[in-house]
């Protein structure tokens, strides 16, 4: 068995407290050089790359060097996701590391932490890292995950030479953004292309800002709110609102999703019906993506939430956790994905044991299995959004 990707979480102590993270309840805890060298040895053969988190900064690690070095003596390719805060200080670890492979820097950590540091020397400090690391080949990501956040035109300044899309979301409604016009505008200017994710209320008050950019590349409308907030508006108003706005994106180029990210959600027939009554020409509603007209498509998905142990029951079957990817906490308990930051899905301990007895624990198979199965073993695994993303 062998996978994409392993999760080695080296620390679960962070340098910051941002509002979106949930943080974790374990122990304070450094994996030692001893013991990481121990996960190494334990884990060749089963994965090329090594993810240095789940929780926590990988870079408050005293013994980072040391790590790194040996991730590359036993050959591994690293990914690290930091916040970014402490590159000046880690930057020569970080680049004398010839396996370093791909490096994200979480920018939304400014904005999680109440934009309470300088946004210039941050970005300029992190860039400065990253022209040094792609020179050396490493990929380099800079993360905006989280919308229209206030403070952002700085960033999106700051980021122009590291991508050429920014996607104006991930929480909040980009379309509430009193500046959108000039968030617009400075994308222009700077030459990004622009992704939007919406409920397509306020299209109407936006609309003709959007479609004056272009720059715009992608517009999702994420239908699901309909049902979201109880059905409380017209469905047919709401739909062909969206729909004069998807024509006239369209032909300009723009690619627009509309969205069912909601299952078979009570109410989703009264949105289809006014789909087809707004997009007259034959389609039928595919498992995911539809094409309704040139350039609009319907995709339909599940919901997606943390796992929640107190949370209800949900309809997921199915998780590639195990089967493309597991994580290993910093204490070398090895829990099936990514999301398991509490480590409530142990299955072992990779200090201790081999992973072919961990994976082979009745714990792993019966995880494995159950996917397999679709019949999920794990009281959480059936109290997870991410889940119903595989059915
Ligand atoms: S179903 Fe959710 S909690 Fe369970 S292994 Fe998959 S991602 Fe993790």
Not at 9 to 25: A, D, K, M, S
Not at 109 to 119: H, K, L, R
Not at 141 to 151: E, S, V
Not at 191 to 213: C, H, K, M, W
């Amino acid at each position: 068995m062998s996978f994409s990707r392993v999760y080695l979480e080296i620390t679960n102590v962070c340098n910051l407290r941002c509002g979106f993270c949930p943080g974790t309840e374990r122990q304070p805890q450094f994996l030692s050089p001893a013991d990481f060298e121990t996960l190494l040895q334990k884990l060749r053969g089963y994965t090329d790359y090594l993810c240095f988190h789940l929780m926590g900064e990988p870079l408050l690690h005293p013994a980072l060097p040391a790590l790194l070095s040996l991730a590359e003596r036993y050959e591994y390719y690293v990914n690290i996701t930091s916040n970014g805060v402490l590159l000046p200080q880690a930057e020569d670890a970080l680049l004398s590391s010839r396996n370093l492979h791909r490096f994200c820097i979480s920018l939304q950590a400014w904005e999680g932490n109440g934009c309470s540091w300088d946004a210039d020397s941050y970005v300029n400090s992190c860039a400065v890292f990253a022209r040094k690391a792609a020179a050396r080949g490493v990929l380099v990501y800079f993360r905006l995950w989280n919308g229209a956040a206030p403070g952002n035109e700085t960033l999106l300044q700051k980021l122009r030479g590291y991508t050429d899309y920014l996607c104006f979301h991930l929480m909040g409604e980009p379309l509430l953004h009193p500046a959108l016009s000039t968030l617009l505008s400075l994308a222009d200017r700077y030459r990004y292309y622009v992704n939007i994710t919406s409920n397509g209320v306020l299209l109407p008050q936006a609309e003709d800002v959007l479609l004056s950019f272009r720059n715009l590349h992608r517009f999702n409308i994420s239908l699901q709110a309909w049902e979201g907030n109880g059905c409380s508006w017209d469905a047919n108003s709401y739909v062909n609102t969206c729909a004069a706005f998807a024509r006239r994106a369209a032909a300009r180029g723009v690619l627009v999703y509309f969205r069912l990210w909601n299952g078979a959600a009570q109410g989703n027939e009264m949105l289809l019906a006014a789909l087809h009554g707004a997009f007259p020409d034959p389609w039928e509603p595919a498992q995911r993506n539809s094409v309704m007209a040139q350039n609009i498509f319907l995709e339909q998905a599940a919901r997606f939430d943390w796992p929640d142990a107190s949370g209800a029951a949900r309809g997921g079957s199915f998780c590639r956790a195990l089967r493309d990817h597991l994580g290993v906490l910093c204490d070398g308990t090895v829990v099936p994905c990514c999301l398991d930051s509490e480590g409530a899905l142990a299955l072992g301990n990779l200090l201790r044991q081999d992973l072919e007895e961990i994976l082979s624990s009745p714990r792993a198979r019966a995880i494995y299995d159950g996917f397999s199965r679709r019949t999920p073993a794990e009281a959480l695994c059936r109290r997870c959004g991410y889940a119903e993303r595989f059915g």
